[in-house]
């Protein structure tokens, strides 16, 4: 009997030493994971000064085209208007000249 439990209890003690080893992997495991996501975390928070300097160059870049898109149509409006004015003129010298 005791011959039977030694035997036993022998054959159990190494087997012990796997389900340790099993959790260290896995706790490694989640270790390493966790410093994936860390990572990423880091990567993401980085980007965001990027997308912030990107979006404002871009709206410098809207309104500065808008400013001069609207200069260029004023531009055109006192052109006609002068142009108007011209041929009118013109035409009143004409009558004045007959």
């Known amino acids: 009997m005791k ?3 030694m035997l036993l209890f022998a054959l159990a003690l190494p087997l012990s030493g796997c ?13 390493a ?3 994936d996501i860390e990572a ?3 990567r993401r928070n980085d980007l965001i000064p990027n997308l912030v300097a ?6 410098r870049f809207e309104e500065e085209t808008f400013t001069r898109v609207a200069e260029a149509r004023s531009g055109l409006t006192r052109s006609r208007e002068q142009l108007a ?8 010298t004409d009558q004045l000249s007959r």
């Open 40 to 42: 990423e975390l880091l």
């Open 54 to 59: 990107t979006v404002e160059e871009a709206a």
């Open 33 to 35: 994971r966790r410093a």
């Open 3 to 5: 011959r039977t439990t």
């Open 85 to 92: 004015q011209a041929v009118q003129g013109g035409a009143e």
């Open 19 to 31: 389900g340790y080893n099993r959790i260290q992997e896995l706790d490694e495991n989640v270790a």
